[in-house]
């Protein structure tokens, strides 16, 4: 069993960065691939990114390439994600999941997910 949970959501202008932040418990936080997510008023939740188990593999999806980077720590039992050149679009409740499928982009892909955490970006 895995829990997670997100910080770091909040209130930016477009153009403006945050960083989420969401921490694992356990002790087998390595051995899964992790994944972002997002879902805005009234949609579905639709892929942000993944990053493998480890380290070495990113996938973005096309809205957010280049301006999003996703990352990990093992050792903090910790997956990050950078977001700059925030546009009001991003604007979505964002959250983290962990499975074993390798690099899933499919949110029925997950075993685990957090809360999830808002992020508002203003135009």
């Known amino acids: 069993q895995v829990e997670l949970v997100e910080s770091g959501g909040g209130l930016v202008q477009a153009g403006g960065s945050l960083r989420l932040s969401c921490a694992a418990s356990g002790r087998t936080f390595n051995t899964y691939s992790m994944g972002w997510f997002r879902q805005a008023p009234g949609k579905g939740r639709v892929f942000v990114a993944a990053?493998?188990?480890?380290?070495?593999?990113?996938y973005y999806a096309d809205s957010v390439k280049g301006r999003f980077t996703v990352s990990r720590d093992n050792a903090k039992n910790t997956v990050y994600l950078q977001m700059d050149s925030l546009k009001p679009e991003d604007t979505a409740v964002y959250y983290c999941?962990?499975?074993?499928?390798?690099?899933?982009?499919?949110?029925?892909?997950?075993?685990?997910w957090g809360q999830g955490t808002q992020v508002t970006v203003s135009s």
């Open positions: 999941a962990g499975g074993r499928i390798y690099v899933a982009t499919r949110w029925d892909q997950y075993d685990y």
């Open positions: 990053i493998s188990r480890s380290v070495r593999n990113t």
